[in-house]
């Protein structure tokens, strides 16, 4: 199973594929999609093209977007919920089933305690996904999301079969 994971930006919108076989999992690819300042609407257009033209061109199975937390600046906070309604709509558009995941979540998922710093999270990444070379922090979080929904999904998987 292909999962991309998006990590939500409005100037950096990370990205990350990878392959999840059972419990292993492979880099497949990564990358940014930068958008320039300016009017907001442009903006979130081309964070919209360029997510579906990576989602067109990888054929993800799945996709995993990182939620925001809300902090002091209401404003900043505001953008950035629309930054990640645009890294929603176009998995969405596509037909993906998507996780949505606390920063937390992921940290703790990847690293082991929920409050890792973004180079705990930079170094297991490269541990359970050897080789890869990230396009920059916003990508490396985006497969630390998807590494999380892989993990998500082989647990779900090992449940249903201890139910049937």
Same mark, same amino acid.
């Given at each position: ?10 100037? $950096? ?9 059972? %419990? ?5 690819? $990564?990358?940014?999609?930068? %958008?320039? @300042? ?32 809300? $902090? /002091? ?5 505001? /953008? ?37 710093? /973004?180079?705990?999270i930079q170094h297991m990444v490269r541990v359970m996904l ?32 201890? @139910?049937?």
């Amino acid at each position: 199973m292909k999962i991309i994971g998006i990590d939500p930006g409005l100037r $950096n919108m990370g990205w990350g594929i990878i392959a999840a076989e059972g %419990s292993r999992m492979r880099h497949i690819a $990564n990358g940014i999609v930068h %958008s320039e @300042t300016g009017e907001l609407g442009p903006r979130l257009a081309a964070l919209y093209r360029g997510l579906c033209a990576i989602i067109a061109e990888h054929r993800p199975d799945a996709a995993a977007v990182e939620q925001t937390f809300v $902090n /002091k600046d209401a404003v900043g906070t505001l /953008k950035l919920g629309q930054a990640r309604g645009i890294a929603l709509l176009a998995p969405a558009e596509a037909g993906l089933e998507i996780g949505e995941y606390a920063p937390n979540a992921v940290k703790k998922t990847v690293v082991g305690v929920g409050h890792a710093a /973004k180079e705990q999270i930079q170094h297991m990444v490269r541990v359970m996904l050897p080789g890869v070379d990230f396009a920059g922090p916003d990508a490396a979080d985006a497969l630390a999301v998807a590494i999380c929904h892989a993990h998500h999904l082989q647990g779900r998987a090992l449940r249903v079969k201890a @139910t049937a």
